[in-house]
């Protein structure tokens, strides 16, 4: 009797519903919309299959016109708002990052651990205008963001392998590329409960992050502040994160 494989990732994504992911994942934060030829570049899929596959997703309204090119849709904004776990966590973080901002003046962060980079359910920006690396939604790696020291701190020593396996790729002159200090750094976060990065994702700002953690102490996200490094003070900004991380806490064992 033959054995049937499971499917890799490479049949997965050969897969209709494969290739109509690659055509959504196509999309970064950063595109307005894609062309037709974008899409076929970065998928890798056949022109012909990607602008038929293109039109079903226009019809569900997972995608949309943008003049001759493609935007992602309302539609997934919506679904993405009903996922329940994220949904649960922002809903408990929201107010106490209000309470931080006016506390701080300065940016606040909460985010997730999402594989080996970090996802940032949650921002609340003081300034307008201010343009920063993070998003709603957004990614950024674990290596070099305080959330993501602080998630990547408390994690299996596995994670940390497979963060480094992947490179440490600068986004700065001013990223920490050396394993050995990354795990110098995880070290004293563990023992200190706080995390910072100075000009490590963008120059001229540093942020500081606290665990937020679950009822057996497990961080489920990471609180942080994040400020121009003129104005960034640890000592002072560590203690107003506890306080809001405490109380996210609280709330989330209480829905539970």
Known sequence: MSVVPSPGPTTTMNSVLGKAQLIIEAFTVDDESLSLTDLVRRTGVAKASVHRLAQELLTWGLLERAGTGYRLGLKLFEIGHRVPRQRIVRDAALPYMEDLLLATRETVHFAIRHGTEVLYLEKIVVHRGLSEQSRVAGRLPMYCTATGKMLLAHAPDELFTQVVSRGLRPLTRHTITAPAVLRGQLEKIRDRGVATEWEETRLGYASTAVPVPDVDGVPIGALSVTAPTARMN?????????????GIARTLRATR
Not at 234 to 246: D, E, H, I, K, M
Request: positive net charge; charged residues 10%.
């Open 234 to 246: 640890t000592a002072q900004v560590a203690g107003a994160l506890r306080t809001a991380a405490n």
